[in-house]
């Protein structure tokens, strides 16, 4: 059974290309079926709103580019993975794993700005994890300041990462001043420019307004009003996400500081993205992209070192599941959310 998995689902290359295979044909039965999901994007941008109306009269081409930005996404954890060697053993679940999860729920079968926000903010982990044991890291700290600010261009919300690499950086190589100030400096850089084109524009209240999104928190007054299946859903997504942290901190603790600090920090980004989620819940759906390309970089590592029969074969009921939620979603009306 460990010869088995290890050949076809953890260094396989093949079961990536089938994967991809399957993915783009599970996307398009979902939309022949179900259409594109009814929901209102906001923008809490500033560019947005000159792009959205080209995927409301043309919806076939808002499931296209989301399609795509699914690979960029698996490509870039893929590429992440392998350039800085995060998992140690040769593997393609960094690959294929996002891919499943972006594929499951129709949700993400429509084109948002949280998708193109989140390919920089992928971006951005690159000078990040370049920073390791690096003397010059305020050169570093500046371009992911840069990436995570042009995320924010898109998503404002992203700018809520921007602490966050910080801590990433001061664990990874020591946070300095000059770093701090090369990372202010990135993002000044980048508003400058867009504050420029609303000042020329006579809109400077265009500017502002998404800045004030950032005051739009849940009213925790109100118990959030979610029916017993959706409860049951979440604990159920709640404990896997739980037992998965403490399990493959097992595995983390006996592998070298690099990769210890890096998916610590992962799993620090996913906490913290679920908690942001539950702040601005009735604002954005932001932070679930977010949550899942750091979730496949958990569950990739632990999946591809474990040698634990039980582990294999909760690895191919975590499959099973997925793909039964895909179906409950393409032939009923059943799902949760």
Same mark, same amino acid.
């Not at 919806?59 to 893929?78: A, C, G, N």
């Not at 700290?141 to 995570?148: E, P």
């Given at each position: 059974?460990?010869?088995?998995?290890?050949?076809?689902?953890?260094?396989?290359?093949?079961? +990536?290309?089938?994967?991809?295979?399957?993915? @783009?044909? /599970?996307?398009?039965?979902? %939309?022949?079926? $179900?259409?594109? =999901? #009814? *929901?209102?994007?906001?923008?809490?941008?500033?560019?947005?709103?000159?792009?959205?109306?080209?995927?409301?009269?043309?919806?076939?081409?808002?499931?296209?580019?989301?399609?795509?930005?699914?690979?960029?996404?698996?490509?870039?954890?893929?590429?992440?993975?392998?350039?800085?060697?995060?998992?140690?053993?040769?593997? +393609?679940?960094?690959?294929?794993?996002?891919? @499943?999860? /972006?594929?499951?729920?129709? %949700?993400?079968? $429509?084109?948002? =700005? #949280? *998708?193109?926000?989140?390919?920089?903010?992928?971006?951005?982990?690159?000078?990040?994890?370049?920073?390791?044991?690096?003397?010059?890291?305020?050169?570093?700290?500046?371009?992911?300041?840069?990436?995570?600010?042009?995320?924010?261009?898109?998503?404002?919300?992203?700018?809520?990462?921007?602490?966050?690499?910080?801590?990433?950086?001061?664990?990874?190589?020591?946070?300095?001043?000059?770093?701090?100030?090369?990372?202010?400096?990135?993002?000044?850089?980048? *508003?400058?420019?867009?504050?420029?084109?609303?000042?020329?524009?006579?809109?400077?209240?265009?500017?502002?307004?998404?800045?004030?999104?950032?005051?739009?928190?849940?009213?925790?007054?109100?118990?959030?009003?979610?029916?017993?299946?959706?409860?049951?859903?979440?604990?159920?997504?709640?404990?896997?996400?739980?037992?998965?942290?403490?399990?493959?901190?097992?595995?983390?603790?006996?592998?070298?500081?690099?990769?210890?600090?890096?998916?610590?920090?992962?799993?620090?980004?996913?906490?913290?993205?679920?908690?942001?989620?539950?702040?601005?819940?009735?604002?954005?759906?932001?932070?679930?992209?977010?949550?899942?390309?750091?979730?496949?970089?958990?569950?990739?590592?632990?999946?591809?070192?474990?040698?634990?029969?039980?582990?294999?074969?909760?690895?191919?009921?975590?499959?099973?599941?997925?793909?039964?939620?895909?179906?409950?979603?393409?032939?009923?009306?059943?799902?949760?959310?």
């Amino acid at each position: 059974m460990e010869r088995n998995y290890k050949s076809y689902f953890v260094e396989s290359r093949f079961i +990536s290309i089938v994967i991809s295979i399957v993915v @783009i044909v /599970f996307r398009l039965l979902l %939309f022949l079926r $179900k259409g594109l =999901p #009814d *929901f209102q994007i906001k923008d809490t941008g500033f560019i947005w709103s000159r792009i959205e109306p080209h995927f409301i009269h043309n919806p076939v081409l808002s499931v296209l580019l989301s399609t795509i930005f699914i690979f960029i996404v698996s490509y870039l954890i893929s590429e992440l993975n392998i350039r800085y060697g995060v998992i140690r053993r040769r593997t +393609s679940m960094p690959f294929y794993l996002p891919l @499943i999860f /972006f594929s499951v729920h129709p %949700f993400y079968l $429509k084109m948002t =700005p #949280d *998708f193109i926000a989140l390919i920089f903010i992928l971006w951005s982990l690159f000078p990040l994890l370049a920073s390791y044991q690096y003397h010059r890291s305020h050169k570093f700290a500046f371009q992911f300041g840069v990436l995570i600010t042009i995320a924010g261009v898109f998503q404002i919300y992203a700018l809520l990462l921007l602490p966050m690499w910080l801590i990433g950086l001061s664990t990874l190589n020591g946070l300095s001043f000059r770093s701090f100030l090369a990372t202010l400096f990135g993002v000044l850089m980048v *508003f400058w420019i867009i504050f420029a084109l609303y000042v020329f524009g006579d809109n400077i209240i265009g500017f502002i307004i998404p800045f004030m999104h950032f005051i739009n928190i849940y009213d925790f007054t109100q118990a959030l009003n979610f029916s017993v299946p959706q409860w049951g859903f979440i604990v159920m997504i709640t404990l896997f996400i739980v037992v998965l942290f403490i399990t493959d901190s097992m595995q983390i603790a006996r592998d070298r500081s690099f990769t210890k600090k890096t998916l610590f920090f992962c799993i620090f980004v996913i906490i913290v993205a679920f908690l942001l989620q539950i702040l601005y819940f009735t604002q954005t759906l932001f932070w679930f992209y977010v949550v899942l390309p750091f979730l496949a970089i958990v569950v990739a590592h632990y999946y591809t070192n474990t040698t634990s029969k039980t582990d294999i074969v909760l690895f191919y009921l975590l499959l099973t599941s997925l793909g039964c939620y895909y179906g409950l979603n393409l032939f009923t009306d059943l799902s949760p959310f």
